[in-house]
DNA sequence: GTAACCAGTATAACGAAGTATACCAGTATG
DNA sequence: CATACTGGTATACTTCGTTATACTGGTTAC
């Protein structure tokens, strides 16, 4: 039995080339950060100018304090968002884009491109065989 | 100038108050279409020469049977990849990548650039400046 | 003084996504 | 005859993202 899982782990090492297991952890990595239901619409509602917490979950229906808080500290964290406190007489914070954020332009996109395409084919498209 | 024209598109799609509802959901969309943790790895390994159920799987570290299956499914029903069943003696499927999927290899691509690069900077930036 | 705004946190629960493990029928190999 | 390959399916379990609801401490306005 040893022997059977030591052989399978030869097999999968040797099928495998060197660099495709960074490809495939570059990939999980840039879908875990534009990931879930929320961070895209996040990124576009800061892009679109909005910067108090309060202001971008008004800008996004759906979306409760929780996940809106969660989000943004994960973005904050991949730096995709910087928070600033702002010593105002009521503390307000300021959220904004990096430029590290806008650097996923490209990404954006091309998703948005894919997606509209997408979209029409699977409306054009009833069932295919 | 290309650069001029491209910064002058994302500002375009990411600041525009009109289309926005509307690229949000395509890219909601896309994000549907090659989410979770193994779909884009799926196309990538097909993408990169692999036919066969078993190679794929072997392939890609970690998956399960049962999630290459499933994901399988969805992307042929999404029309991602063609499945073949060849009249061999012991039958052999051939899964491969439709040209529709194929148009998605740009957006990998700069998946993986934005990966790696990302990888990097999280490793190498402690805290934020 | 009480109501409403701000920027969140706390707690519990739900359901989908993913994991683990075993198993199937069919075919070839030793 | 046993073993291992093929392309998967079945069942049970766990983890995690998401939701729902309530609450906090501080500040301004009525």
């Known amino acids: 039995m040893e022997d059977k899982k030591r052989l399978k782990l030869i097999k999968e090492v040797l099928a495998s080339p060197r660099n495709q297991k960074e490809e495939v ?8 950060v534009i990931g879930g239901k929320w961070k895209l619409p996040i990124i576009n509602s800061i892009c679109n100018g909005n910067k ?3 202001d971008i979950e008004r800008s996004i229906p759906g979306i409760t304090t929780r996940m809106l808080s969660k989000d943004l500290k994960e973005m904050e964290a991949n730096q995709l968002v910087k928070r600033t406190v702002l010593p105002t007489s009521p503390v307000t914070v300021e959220y904004t884009a990096t430029d590290y954020c806008r650097s996923f332009g490209d990404i954006i996109l091309e998703m948005i491109k894919w997606g509209k395409q997408h979209r029409e084919r699977v409306i054009r498209t009833p069932a295919k065989s």
């Open 25 to 32: 952890m570059a990939l999980q990595d840039a879908i875990y």
């Open 52 to 54: 108090r917490f309060r």
